[in-house]
Nanobody, 124 residues
């Protein structure tokens, strides 16, 4: 069993930056590929970014490419999502997820564990 806890959300002005972190407990996070998803009110959950177990490969949604960066340090716990040039449309609850698979996964159903989420609000 893996428990995931996100942190780093908040309120930011458009054009600003936030850095989200995801910490795992129960089993070491380095055993899993990790991903970030988001869900805005009234919308379906959508993929944001993912990173492989080794950290050697990443994947991004087109809407965040060039603005968001996912990273991990397997010697330390958190997986991070650096979000720059934020837009009001980035407002959502951001969820961290872990999968037993080794490669970066873009589909939600391939993830085995989910965090509760952290709110990101971007004001225009």
């Amino acid at each position: 069993q893996v428990q995931l806890v996100e942190s780093g959300g908040g309120l930011v002005q458009a054009g600003g930056s936030l850095r989200l972190s995801c910490a795992a407990s129960g089993r070491t996070e380095s055993h899993y590929a990790m991903g970030w998803f988001r869900q805005a009110p009234g919308k379906e959950r959508e993929f944001v970014a993912a990173i492989s177990r080794s950290g050697g490969s990443t994947a991004y949604a087109d809407s965040v490419k060039g603005r968001f960066t996912i990273s991990r340090d397997n010697a330390k716990n958190p997986v991070a999502l650096q979000m720059n040039s934020l837009k009001p449309e980035d407002t959502a609850v951001y969820l961290c997820a872990a999968t037993r698979m080794a490669t970066a996964q873009t589909l939600g159903h391939r993830y085995d564990w989910w965090g509760q989420g952290t709110q990101v609000t971007v004001a225009s």
